[in-house]
């Protein structure tokens, strides 16, 4: 059992043997129509050896994104029930939706107790049993109707496994951190040098000071962001910003704190001197013309974006 992040364009390309071409690439048309009906780009997948589809783990994980699961925790999911499902094939010769509450409790026991090399930390171990818990109760649901009832995920002593120790960093080590290890400053030799300083620490800022997750801070748009001198920030030091439903945990829409320090400080500066030196050297490259599939947006008032070819 295979596990790889899916590419849509994967299958398109021009097929070449020798310098000849035995498969041309797609039509752009045909690309176009067939974009809607492709799974999401790097949507974890899993395959059996013999190359046909898991279809009870990708049809989960496909839920999962459509329940406001993010990609990195459905990827998560997916290795945990990969690993889990290589354990029964090999040690009970059984298939995940054949698995019994006893077959849990063995494999429990194995991954807490067993030999060091397949041992979990405690945090893992709860990871791995709430991704257990999750599928076979999507598995058990009126919806999937793949199993009657649910084997047994959780147990008794599970309460006392040992948590990983999590401790808060002072604010002070974390400045520290964003202008000595982000951005560099007070080192003269290239040991601590980074490609893109501003925008590592604009996206450092931006986590710590508004609480949003790392998926919906790679999903905001430029144009979402307020600048230094928008008006929202006439009289006050910080605005709220919207997160769309469609980049949040849950599918759930909230608001978040955007301070106009990082504003001026850090997304501005990153767009003014940092961004624009990579746009401009992206657009002398070829820019556009080298995408697959380029997604044309232009602002349209407001907050809105326009994309080529919407109405």
């Not at 000849?20 to 752009?28: F, G, K, Q, S």
């Not at 176009?32 to 949507?43: R, S």
């Not at 590592?200 to 919906?216: H, S, Y």
């Not at 949040?248 to 990153?270: E, L, M």
Request: a positive charge.
């Amino acid at each position: 059992m295979h596990l790889f992040p899916f590419d849509p364009w994967l299958g398109v390309e021009p097929i070449l043997l020798d310098g000849t071409m035995i498969r041309p690439a797609l039509d752009d048309s045909i690309k176009q129509d067939a974009i809607k009906y492709l799974p999401e780009t790097n949507l974890p997948s899993l395959l059996h050896s013999d190359g046909s589809p898991v279809v009870e783990v990708n049809s989960f994980i496909t839920f999962l994104r459509s329940d406001g699961v993010s990609l990195a925790s459905a990827g998560h999911y997916a290795r945990d029930l990969q690993v889990f499902a290589r354990y029964l094939r090999d040690a009970r010769s059984k298939s995940l939706l054949d698995a019994s509450s006893a077959d849990v409790g063995k494999y429990r026991s194995l991954r807490l107790e067993g030999p060091g090399e397949l041992r979990l930390s405690g945090s893992s171990w709860k990871r791995t049993s709430a991704a257990l818990t999750r599928f076979y109760q999507w598995a058990a649901s009126e919806d999937a109707g793949l199993i009657s009832v649910a084997p047994k995920t959780r147990f008794r002593r599970d309460g006392a496994v040992a948590e990983d120790t999590i401790r808060m960093i002072p604010l002070e080590d974390y400045v520290l951190f964003r202008d000595q290890g982000l951005l560099g400053g007070g080192y003269a030799n290239g040991i601590t040098h980074r490609r893109n300083p501003m925008r590592d620490a604009a996206f450092a800022e931006l986590l710590v000071t508004t609480g949003v997750r790392l998926e919906e801070g790679a999903s905001l748009l430029i144009g979402e962001l307020p600048t230094t001198n928008a008006r929202v920030f006439h009289g006050c030091r910080s605005t709220m910003i919207d997160l769309p439903a469609r980049i949040t945990k849950g599918r759930k829409p909230r608001s978040v704190p955007f301070p106009r320090r990082v504003a001026s400080n850090f997304i501005d500066a990153y767009i003014r001197e940092e961004r624009s030196q990579l746009v401009d050297r992206w657009r002398r490259a070829g820019g556009v013309r080298t995408m697959r599939q380029p997604l044309i947006g232009t602002l349209a008032g407001g907050q809105r974006v326009l994309i080529k070819g919407e109405r």
